[in-house]
């Protein structure tokens, strides 16, 4: 690997100041030339517990304070890392690969999230039941949970982390969050931004390092209450598994295989153009990316054929050069994983009709790029059906009818999203009704809203965040009685 000039960190944000970690250093590779630019030393057992120590330190001046007033807080910080986005998104862009203008939609779409919550501060209410018996009466208090752990991917930075950060916040808790090994950089100067903007001293801390090493002691750390989780399946389980001494609260956002119907009476061109967004933004890389495509028989060819244009004219480069639609791959590893899918796939079958490779241009040879792919009609228990693809390669199969494609869709150890493309209403809720899937979608493709509430089915997890039903997996909550006397 080429090495440029490194610039190298203290690893941590603890208690509002930079913290020197005692671990190796790890190296931020750009994956659009893979050349490392940056070493992380990584957090050892010590330095977790040094930030869990000022997440709980934190904890009873931070609750203590009126949920307004928390949101308050909360919201000048958020404006101030608002200020600074011109400085966020080209290192975004340089640790993850994405581009610029995804980077952009990306830390928007953060701080919108904190703000979201920041507004639902001003609006929670409780549940209060006059008269259980006479001249009694009853409420339910919510507190906090304590520490919260934190654990985001690589794929999607911040707004993974400020899906946690915001209701965990709002609702009184400290937060110690652990990016990825290989995206630690804008989590950092997030962390900064925040408390430059006012956020308290302890009450949101990161640390940097191995899943394994690092994310493992912020799991098992005996202070810590919940652990948020968000990235693949057979780790997700592992945490759940070591979470489990201590009877630690849960949220696991894992993965995913979202299948996407189009039936017969779809606007076919807006679907083809969902299909080719759903399934190349960000590279692929996203749990709720569009991964199955079924689409009846009858209109098969033109979709497919639509589907296929669309892959061949994306302008795949650089994400730091203007005009380009998509990105590399995250790393190496990840590259080699999806082609291995690819190629495993189109030996048991199927017709590749575009990419399968490195795209051509020399310029990107350094880099972790793989075209946009597209396979057509491989068996329904090759890897692509059965596997999460977390890249740029899309399956399609033709179907004859809803039934088939229903029973396809939902033969998946996953269930996080789903979309249905169709102009008969009884068809779209027949299809949201019966797809087992967190999400359903119709007519329309893989945006996540605030308002509502995000989480999967099946193995693609356990809990919910967005909407005012994260603040039920950040609280506890305590039934009171009002005697009569
Ligand atoms: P991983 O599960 O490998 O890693 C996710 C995070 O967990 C990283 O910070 C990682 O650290 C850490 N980690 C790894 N091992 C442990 C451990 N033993 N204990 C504690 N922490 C650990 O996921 P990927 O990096 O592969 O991310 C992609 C996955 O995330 C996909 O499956 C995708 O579908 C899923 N995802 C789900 C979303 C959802 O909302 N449902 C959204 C986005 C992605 P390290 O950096 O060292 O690996």
Not at 460 to 484: I, Q, R, W
Request: charged share 20%; with cysteine; glycine share 10%.
């Amino acid at each position: 690997m080429t090495t440029e000039t490194m610039t190298t960190y203290a690893g941590s944000f603890i208690a509002g100041e930079e913290h020197h970690n005692t671990g190796d250093p790890l190296e931020v590779v750009n994956p659009a030339d893979g050349k490392a630019f940056a070493e992380v030393p990584s957090a050892t057992e010590s330095d977790v517990d040094a930030a869990v120590q000022a997440a709980a330190g934190a904890l009873s001046a931070w609750s203590e304070l009126a949920v307004s007033k928390r949101g308050e807080v909360l919201g000048r910080a958020a404006h101030h890392v608002e200020e600074h986005l011109d400085e966020l998104i080209p290192l975004l862009t340089r640790e993850q690969g994405k581009t610029l203008r995804d980077s952009k939609i990306e830390l928007t779409k953060a701080i919108d999230t904190l703000l979201h919550y920041v507004g639902l501060s001003k609006a929670l209410r409780g549940v209060h039941t006059p008269n259980l018996d006479p001249g009694v009466e009853g409420y339910v208090l919510r507190r906090p949970i304590g520490v919260v752990g934190a654990i985001v991917p690589w794929n999607f930075p911040t707004t993974l982390l400020c899906n946690k950060l915001a209701p965990a916040l709002v609702a009184g808790n400290t937060v110690v969050a652990k990016p990825a090994a290989t995206t630690p950089l804008t989590t950092l100067r997030f962390a900064e931004l925040l408390s430059e903007g006012g956020l308290p001293n302890g009450v949101f801390n990161v640390i940097t390092g191995r899943g394994s090493e690092a994310g493992e002691a912020l799991v098992t750390h005996p202070l810590t209450r919940k652990i948020a989780f968000t990235g693949s399946t057979p780790v997700g389980e592992r945490i759940m598994a070591q979470a489990a001494r201590g009877t630690k609260r849960m949220t696991l956002e894992l993965g995913g295989s979202d299948p996407m119907i189009i039936c017969d009476d779809a606007d076919i061109a807006a679907a083809a153009s969902a299909a080719s967004m759903g399934r190349f933004y960000n590279c692929g890389q996203a749990c709720l990316a569009i991964k199955r495509v079924y689409v009846f028989e009858s209109v098969a060819d033109e979709v497919i054929d639509a589907i296929v244009e669309k892959a061949k004219r994306l302008k795949v480069g650089r994400g730091d050069v203007k005009g380009t639609q998509m990105g590399p791959m995250h790393t190496d590893a990840q590259r080699a994983e999806v082609a291995g899918q690819v190629s495993r796939t189109l030996h048991a079958g199927g017709e590749l009709r575009t990419g399968g490779g490195p795209p051509d241009d020399p310029d990107l040879a350094d880099g972790f790029f793989y075209a946009p792919t597209v396979v057509v009609d491989p068996p329904h228990d090759s890897p692509m059906a059965t596997e999460e693809v977390f890249g740029p390669a899309l399956p399609i199969w033709r179907v004859s009818d809803l039934d088939e494609a229903i029973a396809h869709a939902n033969a998946s150890p996953f269930g996080l999203g789903s979309s249905v493309w169709t102009k008969d209403l009884r068809r779209a809720r027949e299809a949201a009704t019966r797809i087992e899937a967190g999400y359903t979608w119709i007519n329309s493709r893989t945006k996540v809203y605030d308002e509502l509430p995000f989480g999967g089915w099946k193995s693609s997890g356990y809990g919910k965040e967005h909407g005012e039903e994260a603040f039920d997996f950040y609280t506890e909550t305590k039934s009171v009685v009002l005697g009569a006397g």
